[in-house]
């Protein structure tokens, strides 16, 4: 068998000038550049280290903030991140399963079809960002020492939730730019590069807890552990596929025959991604952060106060029910996520493959097979929707296992957003050095 060689250092260096993508990395790197000036800028007329001390002390505050990158911690015009952009997205999503219009648009229009249904996104965004901006606003109207004396309340109020509904819209743009110039998965990547800000500051609250204390010091050292093994659990579920092996005909032109060669469809054990985790996240999130925001506020009701308090102990992440409503929704937006996805739809897949005369060894073609990779998908799904909630919930347990919850903030969420996002940005530079390649060939 002949020995595969490995790229040289000139081959890369050719591959990375000839291909472009020096100016998508270049590009990507820029924009992200300008969302983490715009996530220093804070917003006229509050006194952030106010809303910043809550939020160290609120699990729910202190999670929002990281995934905002500080943004939300020092109130700056980007405070509500990428958070109201991914929340329209789900909903969008969700009932366009339910309205025929709109699934019609996604399933069978095509790229004018998702595009229409894009701008439906956001407009609900802009929608959202309002929303978000009044309850925040609200929040800190409420907070003693929040809003800065001789401020025009009227006109600081509008003004506030017109800059923050304007950042919002602007940290939407950013990623779609991204997407669409830079090297793929914008949202995706502000919340990783948010996430990572944070990284800092929690090592250094980490640092000081366990300096002391021996017991601490193990106790960290097997929760860095438990970290490390949950990572590559991580990458063993978004690399694994099942692979259905497909026989292809023969087909004769002249003296030559083409074909007849077996080749596989590859099913992802986790076709979501990461994206199955950010849903679950928002959607927990969005009840949660209204909750605690309400409860920080100083109302005069003792009954509408206790009710805050129940319910915001009910959602919160250091209950069980939080966690189990969790696992619920990764494994039940797993699922769904697999069900819109245009490559994993079993009817279309046996049709084309009815159409070129392949098939599926011992299935009839047509319904059978359609019924058949149905199966397949559904058992698949099942595994990675299972696997994906397991492994999401590892390191928050391993937390409270250790007592040193300073890392709770960033353990099983971030830890799968960062090594999926990480994964997924490896496999784009690489898919799109191979297109490159390939057209380069065609080209000779």
């Known amino acids: 068998m002949a020995q595969m060689r490995m790229p040289s250092t000139e081959d890369l260096m050719s591959m990375w000038n000839a291909s472009g993508l020096k100016q998508?990395?270049?590009?990507?790197?820029?924009?992200?550049?300008?969302?983490?000036?715009?996530?220093?800028?804070?917003?006229?007329?509050?006194?952030?280290?106010?809303?910043?001390?809550?939020?160290?002390?609120?699990?729910?505050?202190?999670?929002?903030?990281?995934?905002?990158?500080?943004?939300?911690?020092?109130?700056?015009?980007?405070?509500?991140?990428?958070?109201?952009?991914?929340?329209?997205?789900?909903?969008?999503?969700?009932?366009?399963?339910v309205i025929p219009s709109l699934e019609k648009l996604q399933k069978e229009e095509g790229e004018a079809g998702r595009k229409k249904l894009m701008q439906y996104t956001r407009l609900f965004t802009v929608v959202l960002a309002v929303m978000q901006a009044l309850i925040f606003m609200m929040f800190l109207r409420h907070l003693p020492g929040a809003i800065v004396a001789n401020v025009p309340h009227l006109m600081f109020y509008v003004s506030s939730i017109t800059v923050l509904t304007a950042g919002a819209v602007l940290v939407m743009w950013i990623s779609e730019l991204i997407t669409e110039k830079g090297i793929g998965n914008g949202g995706s990547l502000i919340i990783f590069i948010g996430i990572l800000s944070g990284i800092p500051v929690y090592a250094s609250r980490t640092a000081q807890i366990v300096s002391h204390s021996s017991a601490m010091q193990m106790g960290l050292a097997l929760l860095l552990l438990i970290f490390f093994l949950t990572m590559i659990l991580i990458v063993i579920m978004q690399e694994a596929v099942r692979k259905v092996i497909i026989i292809n005909p023969k087909r004769q032109v002249g003296n030559k025959v083409y074909g007849g060669m077996n080749s596989y469809i590859p099913f992802k054990l986790n076709p979501g991604g990461v994206m199955p985790i950010i849903f679950a996240v928002a959607i927990l999130l969005f009840p949660s952060t209204v909750l605690s925001l309400v409860g920080q506020a100083n109302f005069k009701s003792a009954a509408v106060q206790d009710l805050v308090v129940r319910l915001t102990h009910f959602m919160s992440p250091?209950?069980?029910?939080?966690?189990?409503?969790?696992?619920?929704?990764?494994?039940?937006?797993?699922?769904?996520?697999?069900?819109?996805?245009?490559?994993?739809?079993?009817?279309?897949?046996?049709?084309?493959?009815?159409?070129y005369g392949s098939s599926i060894p011992g299935i009839k073609p047509g319904k059978p097979t359609a019924e058949a990779l149905d199966k397949i998908l559904s058992k698949t799904t099942f595994i990675g929707a299972l696997g994906l909630g397991i492994v999401a919930l590892i390191p928050s347990f391993a937390s409270y296992i250790t007592n040193i919850k300073t890392l709770q903030g960033i353990g099983a969420t971030s830890l799968i957003i960062?090594?999926?996002?990480?994964?997924?940005?490896?496999?784009?530079?690489?898919?799109?050095?191979?297109?490159?390649?390939?057209e380069s060939f065609l080209k000779e």
């Open 24 to 97: 998508k990395i270049i590009f990507t790197f820029l924009m992200i550049a300008a969302f983490r000036f715009g996530a220093q800028l804070p917003l006229f007329g509050i006194n952030n280290t106010v809303f910043s001390n809550i939020a160290q002390g609120n699990n729910i505050i202190g999670f929002l903030d990281l995934f905002s990158g500080g943004a939300l911690g020092s109130v700056s015009i980007f405070a509500l991140g990428i958070g109201p952009f991914i929340t329209a997205s789900i909903i969008i999503q969700l009932i366009s399963v």
């Open 318 to 355: 250091d209950g069980i029910t939080y966690y189990v409503l969790y696992f619920l929704l990764i494994f039940a937006l797993t699922f769904f996520y697999a069900s819109i996805m245009p490559n994993m739809q079993p009817k279309d897949i046996a049709t084309n493959l009815k159409k």
């Open 418 to 438: 960062m090594v999926g996002v990480a994964l997924d940005l490896i496999n784009q530079v690489r898919t799109h050095l191979l297109a490159r390649n390939y």
